[in-house]
């Protein structure tokens, strides 16, 4: 019983502070944001690759649509790096970067509300938590197996779309990115409070749009 | 579909099925390509000023009290010093108009200084009114007879507009004297003058209000008697021993003399009259 209690109390605090991983991680970029800073421009590709696949995969999942989330994570990257030398530190750098993506991202859709032409990416299966949830929906194999994949991909990014933009936000950076309240509530610019009446929403909106896929 | 043997699938199951997705391969290439290439016009293009300005908009947002204070002390501060400074408006007579086309270092200058060649660039000698020489920087006014010594050179300096609003009871200020630089300079007879001044032709009259303005102002030619003048006299002088000792040219008897005798008869006359101090002699 004492233990069920600290281990949802260990969820509930990972959910709601950045972990002691993230914060190491946040001291690394200051590092290499400061040597940007005084001139080490170089310095500016090891935080491309350290996040571009994080920031594509958010905005990826924000406007459903690779060449889009491409443009804009490229932006954003360029943006930082022209606005290097007002980052002060108050923030971690993936906050800060985050929130850059974010805002443009969230421009972009409201700029483009109509557009509705998604891209599907492949799904890796070689990562165990997708190979497990796939193969607890379906035991076919073979080309039925990725028609059915495709088509749980197409219902997931039809509710997504549906969601408004804020909370597709959330969701994103929660279930998907795995940030915490905190970190959420700090790129959005609202309380955590918000956050987490948003994510609630989502996800019961998200739970009747797949309710066929869920058991 | 599978069993119910199988865990369950929750929705944050199903949302891990997209974390776990990935972009072709190849793609991070050709988006590393394209981000260089857009780093490298980013770099090269030059922003345009108001970015940084643009960027202060969100943090006046946030404090609009202490904004507007200092917006407004601000403000203020530069109305009282514009006030104070008395810059010409525009629309105000023409010499004050030529003059705030000149450089703005030039509005340092002292106001005679400005008055004199305001005069001497739109006034003709014959309207040249006799305050405006007064206001000249060769031309000093002492302040009062008995304080000025003419004689080393060492009068003292005393402007007639600060003195004529310090009589009048006003602070002497910039604009005061360039509005009486104007009045000195500007015709106010002429109904033009008066539009051109105060733009409304028929709230200004100008011959009533500003003409007792003007009353000390005189012609210096019309203050100068004619040299016939003194020449009669003198002629008359020796015609007229009684009018000679009074020593007034002007008397009724020269008069009448005067507007007898031509100038060619006088002449002619001169040799033929004689006085003494107890007779009148003429030869024929």
């Not at chain 1, 994103?172 to 918000?194: K, P, R, W, Y």
């Not at chain 2, 703005?104 to 660039?121: I, W, Y």
Request: charged share 25%; net charge positive; glycine share 4%.
């Amino acid at each position: 019983m004492v233990g069920c209690v600290l281990e949802a109390m260990k969820v509930l605090g990972k959910t709601l502070v950045a972990t002691p991983e993230r914060l190491r991680e946040a001291d690394d970029d200051w590092n290499v944001v400061r040597r940007v800073q005084a001139g080490e421009v170089a310095a500016f590709d090891q935080l491309i690759l350290k996040y571009r696949t994080r920031i594509f995969g958010v905005v990826y999942n924000l406007t459903s649509n690779r060449e889009d989330a491409a443009d804009l994570t490229q932006d954003a990257f360029i943006k930082a790096f022209q606005s290097i030398q007002r980052f002060q530190g108050q923030s971690s750098f993936f906050t800060w970067l985050y929130r850059i993506a974010i805002n443009a991202t969230l421009s972009y859709l409201r700029k483009n509300r109509t557009r509705s032409f998604f891209s599907l990416e492949r799904i890796d299966e070689s990562e165990p938590v997708s190979k497990e949830v796939i193969e607890a929906l379906t035991d076919k194999t073979g080309v039925e197996r990725d028609a059915y994949v495709r088509e749980l991909q197409e219902r997931l990014n039809e509710a997504m779309q549906k969601l408004s933009i804020n909370h597709r936000t959330v969701v994103t950076l929660f279930e998907i990115d795995g940030l915490s309240h905190q970190e959420i509530a700090e790129i959005m610019d609202c309380s955590v409070g918000t956050v987490r009446s948003r994510l609630h929403y989502a996800k019961q909106l998200l739970q009747a749009e797949m309710a066929a896929y869920l058991r | 579909m599978k069993s119910d043997r199988n865990p369950p699938v929750s929705i944050e199951n199903l949302l891990q099925l997209k974390r776990a997705e990935r972009p072709p391969a190849g793609f991070w290439s050709e988006f590393d390509k394209e981000l260089r290439a857009k780093q490298l016009v980013a770099i090269m293009e030059r922003r345009p000023w108001w970015v940084s300005w643009r960027r202060l908009i969100p943090a006046l947002v946030r404090h609009p009290l202490p904004v507007g204070a200092a917006a407004a002390l601000v403000l203020s501060v530069l109305g009282f010093q514009h006030f104070r400074s008395g810059a010409p408006r525009a629309g105000v007579t023409a010499p004050v108009a030529a003059a705030e086309k000149t450089p703005a270092v030039e509005t340092e200058r002292s106001v005679p200084a400005m008055a004199a060649e305001v005069v001497a660039a739109s006034s003709p000698s014959n309207r040249l009114p006799a305050a405006v020489p007064a206001l000249a920087p060769s031309a000093p006014v002492q302040a009062s007879p008995g304080t000025a010594n003419p004689g080393n050179g060492t009068s003292e300096r005393v402007d007639p507009v600060a003195a004529l609003a310090e009589a009048a009871g006003f602070a002497p200020a910039s604009s005061l004297r360039l509005v009486a630089v104007n009045f000195a300079v500007t015709p106010l007879d002429s109904p033009e003058a008066a539009r051109n001044l105060f733009g409304q032709p028929s709230a200004f009259v100008a011959g009533n209000h500003f003409q007792s303005m003007r009353a000390p102002v005189l012609d210096p030619l019309a203050r100068m008697a004619p040299p016939s003048n003194e020449r009669r006299a003198r002629i008359l002088a020796e015609v007229v021993p009684a009018a000679a000792a009074v020593g007034d040219a002007t008397s009724v008897l020269s008069d009448r003399l005067i507007r007898r005798l031509s100038d060619e008869r006088l002449d002619e006359s001169i040799s033929r009259y004689g006085a003494s101090a107890d007779r009148f002699s003429v030869k024929f």
